[in-house]
């Protein structure tokens, strides 16, 4: 590790490493939001596509929207007092497989936070017990859910939702415009909340807020998927952390339940630490970045 | 280990997909996804 220290030096990033995810992340978006026919009669998609969950978040009241929101349809479940099967099973085959993997390369909130964080020049990091809210919101939900008969995240924190529904719907349809009151305006508060931090802070609402990425990070630690750090390249430039979504150091844990699989980090990594590993076998991606031998 | 328990879960999952496709979530799940959800939309 000495060795790898003293030949290289720290490169300086360029923006080029993050452009595979970006695209990757705003086809998803598009694909899962696609449903341009509503332009002919405003409403949603009704079908049976919405029988399909999505793996991320993404409201089923969007009027683009093709699948369903799990995060609504596990409150719903929690309404109507009925085990969600079905839903349960979805998730937890997409969270063995790829664990954290939807929120990095599927999520258009995901990927909102992401372009707005680009766009900023102050840069403040967050506190770290700020990351285990999410598990509360998770665990919190659906027993309020239950008793409420509301579904209590949608309805007062998803600020997705907003983005995505509540903002289009109430634009475009003049009947929703008359029933705007107090709950419309606390959740477009919270947010325009989460876009300034975004600007600010890298993806403030995946990491402290929300109760999918929560879910999904319970299978990191055995996924199929996985992150491999070589310790015998690692030079610990911290480029890995600077690159990541998540902030997060991946030499320190690649098991990290916070980390979204985004592989930032390894076209990032001077050395080729960083690897992926699939049902075991190693996957070495080539590090897009060009350093410097130190002269 | 690892390998065994992914497995485990793979096959719980998708038994838990089936069962629930018997008790047709699949059904409750088309039927709430197209109602628009008003508390989404913040006017609940």
Redesign the interface.
Known sequence: MAGFRNRWRKPKLRKKYGFPTIFIQAISAFILNSYFYVFKRP??Y???G??L?CPSLN???CPLAY??CPI??MQ??AI?R?F???????L??VG??TGRAQCGWICPFGLIQDLLYSIGRIRLKLPKWTIYIKYVVLFGMIPLSFITL??VF??YI?PA??LE??IP??LWISD?RQ???H??V???SILVIIVLLSILIKRPFCRTLCPLGAFYSI?NK???MRMKVDMDRCIECDLCQEVCPMDIKIYENPDSLECIRCNKCIRICPTNAISVEI??KEKRLESKLVVKKRE | M??G??VL??I??????????F?N??????R???L?????????
């Not at chain 1, 969600?84 to 979805?90: A, C, K, S």
């Not at chain 2, 979530?25 to 088309?30: L, Q």
């Not at chain 2, 628009?36 to 609940?44: A, D, K, N």
């Open positions: 409403s949603l009704q079908g049976k919405k029988g969950i409201c089923y009241s699948t369903s609504g349809i719903h479940f109507i009925q969600p099967y079905y839903l349960l099973g979805w937890g085959l063995v497989t509301d579904p949608c309805e998803c939702g907003t529904a509540g719907q109430v929703y029933l705007v009151g709950l419309f606390l959740k477009v299978f055995i996924s199929v049902f075991g | 690892r390998k328990i992914q879960i793979i719980g999952a998708i038994a838990l997909i089936v069962i629930g496709l008790h979530e699949f059904t409750e799940v088309i709430r996804g197209n628009i959800c008003f508390e989404c939309i913040g006017i609940g």
